[in-house]
């Protein structure tokens, strides 16, 4: 069992930056990939980023490539999304999941909505306004 706290999210203009953390509860981070997800009023949950569980493959979304960047710190038990050259668009919950390590794969293997994601965060709003 993994327990997700994320904390971070905020109200910002255009431009900002912004540093979401995911803190995991247990002595087993370190065997989880990790993703960030997101959903907007109105719309599907979509993947933002994903992190394998050494943290030597990323993944990320077409929208937020070379703004964002996801990173793991495996003794504190945390994935990182930070979030640069916000954008209105970027307007969501955000949500952090964990799903256990799979051999032999990279970060594209755990992309997608989510639904191979086993547990998840309550998720933290972030608002970009224009």
């Known amino acids: 069992q993994v327990q997700l706290v994320e904390t971070g999210g905020g109200l910002v203009q255009a431009g900002d930056s912004l540093r979401l953390s995911c803190a995991a509860s247990?002595?087993?981070?370190?065997?989880?990939?990790m993703g960030w997800f997101r959903q907007a009023p109105g719309k599907e949950r979509e993947s933002v980023a994903v992190?394998?569980?050494?943290?030597?493959?990323?993944a990320y979304a077409d929208s937020v490539k070379g703004r964002f960047t996801i990173s793991r710190d495996n003794v504190k038990n945390t994935v990182y999304l930070q979030m640069n050259s916000l954008k209105p668009e970027d307007t969501a919950v955000y949500y952090c999941?964990?799903?256990?390590?799979?051999?032999?794969?990279?970060?594209?293997?755990?992309w997608g909505q989510g639904t191979q994601y086993d547990y998840w965060g309550q998720g933290t709003q972030v608002t970009v306004s224009s």
């Open positions: 247990g002595r087993t981070f370190s065997t989880y990939a």
């Open positions: 999941a964990a799903t256990p390590a799979r051999p032999f794969t990279n970060a594209y293997d755990y």
């Open positions: 992190i394998t569980r050494n943290g030597g493959s990323t």
